[in-house]
């Protein structure tokens, strides 16, 4: 029963650490699908050193990621103008377009 629980333990410890060195486009591109998903069209999504996001020197915006082993976050910021798509429905019409040429 202990090598079950030390095994458990150590599955999820990897995991978390898969996660927290992701790079931040990744990231970025999975928070706006998810943005997108919910209806948003007018925001921005910018990476930033932790050290600006924490002490205020980022321009202002809500920290809703951590990336690169928390080197980095990524800031959301409403904006008034709509935002460039980027989910898969963008890479597949610009694909289509490439087959035209």
């Known amino acids: 029963m ?3 629980f030390l095994f458990a333990l150590l599955t999820c410890y990897s995991a978390q650490v ?3 060195i992701k790079p931040c486009e990744e ?3 999975e928070i706006a699908t998810k943005i997108e998903a919910k209806g948003v069209t007018s925001y921005e999504l910018k ?3 932790s050290e ?3 002490n205020g020197t980022a321009r202002e915006g809500e920290v809703v990621g951590s990336c ?3 080197t ?5 910021t409403k904006t008034h103008k ?5 989910t898969a429905s963008k890479a597949l019409s610009n694909h289509s377009q490439l087959d035209g040429v």
């Open 82 to 86: 709509p935002t460039e798509p980027h």
């Open 47 to 49: 990476i930033v050193k």
């Open 18 to 20: 898969d996660a927290a």
């Open 72 to 76: 980095k976050k990524i800031l959301y």
């Open 27 to 29: 990231l970025k591109e």
């Open 52 to 54: 600006e996001a924490e």
């Open 68 to 70: 690169e082993g928390g």
């Open 2 to 4: 202990r090598w079950l």
